[in-house]
């Protein structure tokens, strides 16, 4: 028996590759998330970005309550059984009346995990309509294969390299996934998705969790970081350690080894592909990822 999703919206996962809208977050709980995070970027004088939106539940209390929230993990428990990570987080931010989008892409191609099981429960801190550049989705493809990716480096790219797959699906609209704020969807990590521009009088907050089951394993050179945050951790990762004070020195210094982890292996190209990690070597000697890999090692295995 699921614990929070319905036996039909789990088999409309199974099928399609995503599932929306699913309840979550109350009203309050919405509110106070947001005006955590507003009130931040309000001292700071600018809305959140990198590094902070990456892996926010290293820094932020209301980002680690989120990743911790037990009807997001009830759900994702539904999907991937009780062993769960968190392997990263991202808030997908669009400014009202922005033309911020993300290219067709899948997540798979640049995770750098095997098997395939990585889900993302995309969380709305506010109503993410068709007009506010929801995400759209191709039914069915993750079962599709893997697709080859470009980077295409745009600043109104949300994705940091601007990944995503040339030529095929350019002209494609896709299934819409709006939801309102407090709800959330989950798509898997091999799905075809994208989004469009923000044409509406509010900023489109999407808090991205990126969940595994702890039996997947990372590939390539350098072994990343993971929060266990239900059940037991399998040893495949270094594990981080839940934040206890929020955007401390030390909190920021145990989220800049977790990045620097990440980023290395996600910089380093597409898993599978000409130039992935299969080749990271020869590929990405003069990057910043080849440096990071080279620093990371040294320190194999140790706790973040
Ligand atoms: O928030 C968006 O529009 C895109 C999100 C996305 O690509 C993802 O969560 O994998």
Request: net charge negative; glycine share 8%.
């Amino acid at each position: 028996m699921p614990l929070h999703l319905t036996p039909a919206q789990v088999d409309t996962y199974d099928r399609e590759g995503f599932v929306f809208p699913i309840d979550v977050l109350s009203p309050e709980e919405v509110r106070s998330f947001r005006s955590e995070l507003e009130e931040w970027e309000r001292q700071r004088g600018a809305p959140i970005d990198f590094p902070e939106k990456s892996k926010s539940y290293l820094l932020f209390d209301w980002a680690d309550r989120l990743v911790h929230h037990p009807r997001i993990l009830d759900a994702v428990q539904d999907v991937l059984g009780p062993d769960i990570l968190v392997y990263r987080s991202t808030l997908f931010e669009k400014e009202a009346r922005t033309p911020a989008y993300v290219r067709w892409h899948q997540d798979s191609t640049y995770f750098h995990l095997s098997p395939h099981l990585h889900i993302t429960a995309w969380v709305a801190l506010s109503d993410a309509s068709v007009a506010a550049g929801c995400m759209q989705a191709l039914p069915g493809s993750h079962r599709w294969g893997a697709f080859e990716h470009d980077d295409k480096p745009d600043p109104m790219n949300m994705i940091k390299r601007g990944q995503g797959i040339s030529g095929r699906f350019d002209e494609a609209q896709g299934s819409f996934m709006p939801v309102q704020a407090g709800q959330m969807s989950l798509h898997h990590t091999d799905l075809v998705h994208a989004s469009a521009g923000n044409d509406t009088d509010d900023r489109r907050l999407g808090y991205a969790i990126s969940y595994i089951p702890a039996h997947v394993k990372p590939t390539g050179p350098v072994v990343p970081s993971a929060l266990r945050v239900r059940g037991r951790s399998h040893g495949h990762f270094v594990e981080e350690a839940r934040l206890h004070s929020a955007l401390t020195p030390d909190a920021y210094a145990r989220h800049g080894e977790a990045l620097a982890r990440f980023r290395a292996l996600q910089d380093s190209g597409f898993q599978g592909q000409p130039g992935g990690s299969g080749q990271l070597a020869q590929s990405a000697k003069s990057t910043d990822a080849a440096q990071g890999v080279k620093n990371l090692n040294g320190t194999r295995g140790a706790s973040a």
